[in-house]
């Protein structure tokens, strides 16, 4: 029998449909790996910014030292001071906070930002200014709580204190003075960082009087260390600076004052004045205060019986030198 003879067109036309399948084949493939290979990136991208994102959240949930049972830092019993106070070295800016500048007390070189910038965490804040302005509208209860702890005295803190606020004596050593971070909530109605030097004995009280303050929006002018003001106490009350520690004497006398021993708070000083009455006359410190010496007045910020601030204090077993007889020291609390 003779083969059967295939027309040369119909082979022609079997292969390109047999080449046609196999191109459709490869193109299929190539697509399906190209979809996997996006997918994959689109995934790995998704996982990248999930541990960016949880970074983040980690950095802004970290405190020095141990936590109390209401959330505040206790003071650091170890480890280098140094690290832990950047906080505490003056006039410090800080890249990454909401801050505005605050009001500038006179001669202080201690105080204060600049523009608004938003918020990160514990450490940037902690780099920051006493008298510096917080946003702190997006700050977790944890966060404001951690704001306020108490710490040894840094060699910065220390060298800013020595031979202004502290002088060598026989009463008080450095080791038994404690630096404080506090917030307060300024005349401004802004929420502003706070310094303050005390015994460590009053230290963990302070803390909670203030917390406490400001989680009632009490109002606080200023809160810096006196060594802004040269340790020259009339110069801190005129400008209303609410402070403690100051090794000196009380004015007119060879005695100590309370606050050469960290265990006295003025608060609001220029509203709150110190009045003695002498031969008729009264003399009233600040001497801006005079204003505000006459108690039977109504005026803000005045320190009197009801008065958040006074009680507060009294729980916590400070006498109210508004209290005294010979003297009013209206601005005045003391242990």
């Not at 006039?91 to 204060?112: F, M, R, W, Y």
């Not at 015994?199 to 810096?224: C, F, G, H, R, W």
């Not at 009455?277 to 005079?290: I, Q």
């Amino acid at each position: 029998m003779k083969g059967r003879r295939v027309s040369p067109k119909k082979t022609a036309a079997s292969r390109k449909t047999a080449a046609s399948k196999v191109l459709k084949k490869y193109i299929l493939c190539f697509g399906t790996v190209l979809f996997c290979a996006a997918a994959m990136l689109g995934i790995w991208q998704f996982r990248r910014q999930a541990q960016v994102e949880e970074t983040e959240n980690q950095e802004a949930g970290k405190i020095p030292g141990e936590q109390d049972g209401n959330g505040k830092t206790k003071e650091a019993a170890s480890g280098n001071p140094e690290e832990k106070s950047s906080n505490s070295s003056v006039g410090q800016k800080t890249g990454h906070l909401d801050i505005k500048e605050g009001h500038q007390p006179t001669a202080v070189d201690a105080v204060s930002s600049i523009e608004p910038q938003q918020p990160v965490g514990f450490s940037e804040i902690q780099a920051m200014a006493a008298g510096d302005i917080l946003d702190v509208s997006a700050f977790s209860e944890e966060l404001l709580d951690s704001l306020f702890y108490s710490e040894v005295l840094s060699e910065q803190v220390q060298q800013r204190i020595i031979n202004s606020s502290y002088r060598e004596n026989e009463n008080i050593s450095l080791e038994e003075l404690r630096y404080l971070r506090v917030l307060h909530i300024g005349f401004d109605g802004e929420t502003h960082i706070g310094e303050l030097i005390v015994n460590q004995e009053i230290a963990e009280d302070i803390l909670e009087i203030m917390s406490e303050l400001y989680k009632q929006e009490y109002p606080i002018e200023k809160m810096v260390l006196i060594d802004a003001y040269g340790a020259d106490d009339e110069s801190s009350m005129s400008d209303n600076n609410t402070s403690v520690f100051n090794y000196r004497e009380i004015a007119g006398s060879s005695k100590l004052s309370r606050h050469a021993l960290g265990l006295a708070v003025d608060i609001n000083p220029k509203y709150n004045p110190y009045v003695k009455e002498k031969n008729g006359e009264f003399l009233v410190s600040p001497a801006n205060g005079a204003a505000y010496a006459d108690r039977s007045q109504e005026f803000p910020h005045k320190i009197a019986e009801g008065d958040l601030c006074l009680r507060l204090f009294l729980e916590y077993g400070f006498t109210w030198g508004g209290s005294w007889n010979s003297v009013k020291d209206y601005q005045h609390f003391e242990r």
